[in-house]
C-alpha cells in the first residue's frame, strides 16, 4: 500500500513540476512580450536588423512552406474526391480543400514548419551568443539587447507568417487542381466556380490572423528560450528543442481557442 502512494505521489509531483514549469514559461514569455513592445516603439528603429530577420523567417522559409503546401494540396485532392465521388458530389472537392487551407492547414502547418527550421535557428543562435557572453558584450557597450536583436525577429516573425501563409493557401489549392482537375477529370470551371461561391473573404482573412499570432508565438518563445539560455552548449541544445515544443504546442492549442472565438463572433455578425 505504502508503495502504491509512493508511485501516486511521485506521478502528481512530476505532474505539478511540469504545470509550474509551464505557467513559469508562459508568464516569462508574457514579460518579455511586454518589454520587447516597449522597446518596439523607441528610437533608433534598426531596419537592416529587421530585414535581415524577415529574410531568414520569411524568405528562407519560403521553400518548405511551398513543398508542404502542394503536396498538402494534393493529398486533399486525392482525399476528397475519393469521398465525394461516392456522393456525386466531385464538384465540391475545390470548395473543400480551399476552405479546410484557408481556414486550418494553410496557418498551422505553416506554423509548424517555420518553428522547425526558423524558431529553431533563432533559439540556437541566441542562446549561442548568451553562453559566450556576447549578449553581455552589447550590454556593456550601451547597447540594450532586447532592442537590437529580439525587437527585429519578434517584428519579422509577426509579419512574415501571414504573408507565408497567403502562399500556402495559393500552393495549396494548385496542387488540389493538378490532381482534381489535371489527373481525376473534374470539370475545370466547376472546380473555379465552387471555391468562389463558397470561400468568403471572412475565411481567408481569419487565417491570416491566426497565422499573425503563430508568427508572434513563435518568435517569441525561440528569443525567450534562447535569450535566457544556460548551461553551455548542451544548455542551448536544450532551449532550442524546448523553443520547437513549446512553439508547436502553443500553436495547436491557441488553433482552437482562435477557432472557437472566430467561429463565435462570425455567428453574431
Given at each position: 500500500?505504502?508503495?502504491?502512494?509512493?508511485?501516486?505521489?511521485?506521478?502528481?509531483?512530476?505532474?505539478?513540476?511540469?504545470?509550474?514549469?509551464v505557467?513559469?514559461?508562459?508568464?516569462?514569455?508574457?514579460?518579455?512580450?511586454?518589454?520587447?513592445?516597449?522597446?518596439?516603439?523607441?528610437?533608433?528603429?534598426?531596419?537592416?536588423?529587421?530585414?535581415?530577420?524577415?529574410e531568414?523567417?520569411?524568405v528562407?522559409?519560403?521553400?518548405?512552406?511551398?513543398?508542404?503546401?502542394?503536396?498538402?494540396?494534393?493529398?486533399?485532392?486525392?482525399q476528397?474526391?475519393?469521398?465525394?465521388?461516392?456522393f456525386?458530389?466531385?464538384?465540391?472537392?475545390?470548395?473543400?480543400?480551399?476552405?479546410?487551407?484557408?481556414?486550418?492547414?494553410?496557418?498551422?502547418?505553416?506554423?509548424?514548419?517555420?518553428?522547425?527550421?526558423?524558431?529553431?535557428?533563432?533559439?540556437?543562435?541566441?542562446?549561442?551568443?548568451?553562453v559566450?557572453?556576447?549578449?553581455?558584450a552589447?550590454?556593456?557597450?550601451?547597447?540594450?539587447?532586447?532592442?537590437?536583436?529580439?525587437?527585429?525577429?519578434?517584428?519579422?516573425?509577426?509579419?512574415a507568417?501571414?504573408?507565408?501563409?497567403?502562399?500556402?493557401?495559393?500552393?495549396?489549392?494548385?496542387?488540389?487542381?493538378?490532381?482534381?482537375?489535371?489527373?481525376?477529370?473534374?470539370?475545370?470551371?466547376?472546380?473555379?466556380?465552387?471555391?468562389?461561391?463558397?470561400?468568403?473573404?471572412?475565411?481567408?482573412?481569419?487565417?491570416?490572423?491566426?497565422?499573425?499570432?503563430?508568427?508572434?508565438v513563435?518568435s517569441?518563445?525561440?528569443?525567450?528560450?534562447?535569450?535566457?539560455?544556460?548551461?553551455?552548449?548542451k544548455?542551448?541544445?536544450?532551449?532550442?528543442t524546448?523553443a520547437?515544443?513549446?512553439?508547436?504546442?502553443?500553436?495547436?492549442?491557441?488553433?482552437?481557442?482562435?477557432?472557437?472565438?472566430?467561429?463565435?463572433?462570425?455567428?453574431?455578425?
Open positions: 500500500m505504502k508503495s502504491i502512494l509512493r508511485s501516486i505521489a511521485a506521478v502528481l509531483g512530476y505532474i505539478g513540476d511540469g504545470v509550474l514549469l505557467l513559469s514559461d508562459l508568464g516569462g514569455m508574457a514579460i518579455l512580450a511586454t518589454k520587447v513592445a516597449i522597446q518596439a516603439i523607441r528610437p533608433p528603429y534598426r531596419l537592416g536588423n529587421f530585414l535581415s530577420s524577415f531568414a523567417i520569411g528562407g522559409s519560403i521553400s518548405v512552406v511551398v513543398l508542404t503546401a502542394i503536396f498538402t494540396g494534393a493529398v486533399f485532392g486525392v476528397t474526391t475519393l469521398a465525394f465521388r461516392m456525386n458530389a466531385q464538384g465540391l472537392v475545390g470548395a473543400a480543400v480551399a476552405l479546410s487551407l484557408t481556414r486550418e492547414l494553410a496557418p498551422v502547418l505553416t506554423g509548424l514548419m517555420v518553428t522547425g527550421r526558423a524558431g529553431s535557428a533563432i533559439a540556437t543562435e541566441l542562446g549561442s551568443m548568451r559566450t557572453e556576447q549578449i553581455d552589447l550590454a556593456t557597450m550601451a547597447v540594450n539587447p532586447l532592442h537590437y536583436l529580439l525587437v527585429p525577429r519578434v517584428i519579422a516573425g509577426l509579419l507568417l501571414p504573408i507565408l501563409t497567403m502562399i500556402f493557401d495559393v500552393v495549396g489549392v494548385f496542387g488540389a487542381y493538378v490532381v482534381a482537375v489535371l489527373m481525376e477529370g473534374i470539370s475545370e470551371a466547376e472546380f473555379w466556380s465552387r471555391i468562389q461561391s463558397w470561400v468568403d473573404l471572412e475565411d481567408v482573412f481569419g487565417g491570416l490572423v491566426k497565422a499573425a499570432v503563430f508568427g508572434l513563435i517569441l518563445s525561440a528569443c525567450f528560450k534562447g535569450f535566457y539560455a544556460g548551461g553551455g552548449a544548455g542551448v541544445g536544450v532551449a532550442t524546448q520547437v515544443v513549446m512553439s508547436s504546442v502553443l500553436i495547436l492549442v491557441l488553433d482552437y481557442w482562435l477557432t472557437n472565438l472566430m467561429m463565435g463572433w462570425w455567428s453574431r455578425v
